[in-house]
């Protein structure tokens, strides 16, 4: 402070003088000052005690600092419900404050991720140096990479400024399976493929689908049937994409073989962020049997003619008889019988034709009987009582109402003892759609026309 003078005028016996602190927004601790009184005039004199010659002017702290504390980068998860920020006022925290605060978007958004604020309140009462502000995340469904969003300070009054951190930015953590969740599709948990095609299982991205995903395979058992010599490999889901085909060449080697199975097992997420799912993790693949498995049969060449004496001495009874050879190449598999049959030289040969008691399976009321006389062919005997009385022929060896159209023969030898069809074929109402019916007087055919309910003559 600059040197100042007053004055006591004639019999005056106090005088006052005035010092204004000097405002400014500046955050000060308490501060003293000592005034002294240095010189008088006028033939007065000072008093000999020094103590009262001085006084103390004593500022107090003032304009507190207010600002944020530590950490600065908050990570919160999007069903925290809300995230809790410390804001702090230095000093002695004397009086009321008030703060205002406000959110700015980044790549969270007001509304959206969080509850925005443009000019939001808080108050430091007296001698409160501590106080929250609460800002409310919005927990959706909806898969989302880590976002962020800023709160910064704006003002405050009382006898406060700010000082220091003014700003902390939210970083609402990446949510709702992001990168997605990886399993085989429902619908494609089980596939029957031929050799020489491609078998495609559809794997299905649940959740999120940021990220390129790698996902790793396995086919058990290993075998060369399946890729050749590959029997593992990865899947890659495009960045966006929520499906990814993996395709499987089953090779077509030319050897007989059986119906095989293998499964095909998801391993593990090699790249991306994803996870695996916790069920549909293994596939079925089935392949047919092939390349003629059970065999085909002919007649060489050394038997297609066999000569044999008609006349023969009661001495030599194998001179009569004709050993014809009949060869099965290709597929070794399995048991196979074969119908044969002798006709008149020059006799025209049957068209294609399907042995039905052959390649049919017998239900349980069905049992083997004497054949024809004079020959060893097969011969079943029905009883005509229940669903069991039957045998039932495969669904790829039956001829269709197309074919029947055409014209079909049907050739067999019947003991009738109980009316009934010869052969038939039912709807799942369990309705004739057409058959062959025998009685002891009359063959009749029996057929349910298109849109009809009850089977014709």
Same mark, same amino acid.
């Given at each position: 402070?600059?040197?100042?003078?007053?004055?006591?005028?004639?019999?005056?016996?106090?005088?006052?003088?005035?010092?204004?602190?000097?405002?400014?927004?500046?955050?000060?601790?308490?501060?003293?000052?000592?005034?002294?009184?240095?010189?008088?005039?006028? &033939?007065?004199?000072?008093?000999?005690?020094?103590?009262?010659?001085?006084?103390?002017?004593?500022?107090?702290?003032?304009?507190? $600092?207010?600002?944020?504390?530590?950490?600065?980068?908050?990570?919160?998860?999007?069903?925290?419900?809300?995230?809790?920020?410390?804001?702090?006022?230095?000093?002695?925290?004397?009086?009321?404050?008030?703060?205002?605060?406000?959110?700015?978007?980044?790549?969270?958004?007001?509304?959206?991720?969080?509850?925005?604020?443009?000019?939001?309140?808080?108050?430091?009462?007296?001698?409160?140096?501590?106080?929250?502000?609460?800002?409310?995340?919005?927990?959706?469904?909806?898969?989302? *990479?880590?976002?962020?969003?800023?709160?910064?300070?704006?003002?405050?009054?009382?006898?406060?400024?700010?000082?220091?951190?003014?700003?902390?930015?939210?970083?609402?953590?990446? $949510?709702?399976?992001?990168?997605?969740?990886?399993?085989?599709?429902?619908?494609?948990?089980?596939?029957?493929?031929?050799?020489? #095609?491609?078998?495609?299982?559809?794997?299905? *991205?649940?959740?999120?689908?940021?990220?390129?995903? $790698?996902?790793?395979?396995?086919?058990?058992?290993?075998?060369?049937? +399946?890729? &050749?010599?590959?029997?593992?490999?990865?899947?890659?889901?495009?960045?966006?994409?929520?499906?990814?085909?993996?395709?499987?060449?089953?090779?077509?080697?030319?050897?007989?073989?059986?119906?095989?199975?293998?499964?095909?097992?998801?391993?593990?997420?090699?790249? &991306?962020?994803?996870?695996?799912?916790?069920?549909?993790?293994?596939?079925?693949?089935?392949?047919?049997?092939?390349?003629?498995? #059970?065999?085909?049969?002919?007649?060489?060449?050394?038997?297609?003619?066999?000569?044999?004496?008609?006349?023969?001495?009661?001495?030599?009874?194998?001179?009569?008889?004709?050993?014809?050879? +009949?060869?099965?190449?290709?597929?070794?598999?399995?048991?196979?019988?074969?119908?044969?049959?002798?006709?008149?030289?020059?006799?025209?040969?049957?068209?294609?034709?399907?042995?039905?008691?052959?390649?049919?399976?017998?239900?349980?009321?069905?049992?083997?009987?004497?054949? *024809?006389?004079?020959?060893?062919?097969?011969?079943?005997?029905?009883?005509?009582? &229940?669903?069991?009385?039957?045998?039932?022929?495969?669904?790829?060896?039956?001829?269709?109402?197309?074919?029947?159209?055409?014209?079909?023969?049907?050739?067999?030898?019947?003991?009738?003892?109980?009316?009934?069809?010869?052969?038939?074929?039912?709807?799942?109402?369990?309705?004739?759609?057409?058959?062959?019916?025998?009685?002891?007087?009359?063959?009749?055919?029996?057929?349910?026309?298109?849109?009809?309910?009850?089977?014709?003559?």
């Amino acid at each position: 402070f600059p040197l100042v003078m007053f004055q006591f005028a004639d019999q005056q016996t106090t005088a006052t003088f005035s010092i204004a602190s000097q405002q400014d927004q500046i955050t000060e601790l308490a501060e003293s000052f000592t005034i002294s009184l240095t010189a008088a005039e006028g &033939g007065a004199r000072f008093s000999a005690d020094p103590v009262d010659l001085s006084s103390t002017l004593l500022v107090q702290a003032n304009d507190d $600092n207010v600002f944020f504390l530590p950490p600065y980068s908050i990570d919160v998860s999007e069903d925290s419900d809300d995230v809790s920020i410390s804001v702090r006022r230095g000093n002695q925290a004397n009086g009321i404050a008030v703060l205002s605060y406000a959110t700015v978007n980044g790549t969270a958004f007001a509304g959206q991720d969080f509850s925005g604020v443009s000019r939001g309140q808080v108050t430091f009462q007296d001698g409160v140096q501590t106080v929250p502000i609460v800002i409310s995340i919005t927990n959706d469904s909806i898969p989302e *990479r880590t976002e962020s969003f800023t709160v910064i300070l704006l003002s405050v009054s009382g006898d406060a400024v700010l000082n220091g951190q003014t700003t902390v930015m939210v970083n609402i953590l990446a $949510n709702d399976d992001t990168n997605g969740i990886i399993q085989f599709s429902p619908s494609s948990l089980s596939e029957i493929v031929f050799e020489g #095609n491609i078998a495609s299982f559809m794997l299905e *991205r649940l959740g999120g689908t940021f990220n390129a995903v $790698n996902v790793s395979w396995l086919i058990h058992p290993p075998t060369g049937d +399946v890729l &050749g010599p590959a029997t593992s490999g990865t899947v890659l889901f495009q960045d966006g994409s929520d499906t990814a085909l993996l395709n499987l060449s089953v090779v077509a080697d030319n050897l007989p073989e059986l119906q095989e199975s293998f499964t095909v097992t998801l391993l593990a997420v090699l790249s &991306g962020g994803a996870q695996l799912s916790t069920t549909n993790l293994v596939a079925a693949l089935t392949v047919p049997a092939n390349d003629d498995t #059970n065999g085909i049969i002919s007649i060489p060449d050394t038997s297609s003619s066999v000569f044999v004496d008609e006349d023969r001495p009661s001495s030599l009874p194998s001179a009569g008889l004709a050993t014809i050879s +009949v060869e099965r190449q290709r597929g070794l598999f399995g048991t196979v019988r074969v119908a044969w049959e002798v006709a008149p030289f020059g006799t025209p040969l049957l068209r294609s034709f399907v042995g039905f008691l052959l390649a049919g399976t017998a239900r349980s009321s069905v049992t083997m009987t004497t054949p *024809r006389p004079g020959t060893a062919g097969l011969a079943l005997s029905f009883t005509g009582v &229940g669903s069991d009385s039957l045998v039932e022929v495969p669904q790829e060896l039956q001829f269709s109402s197309q074919t029947l159209q055409a014209g079909v023969s049907v050739v067999c030898w019947i003991r009738l003892r109980t009316p009934g069809y010869i052969l038939s074929k039912l709807n799942s109402a369990g309705q004739v759609v057409f058959g062959l019916r025998v009685t002891a007087q009359d063959l009749t055919f029996v057929y349910l026309p298109s849109g009809a309910t009850v089977s014709q003559n």
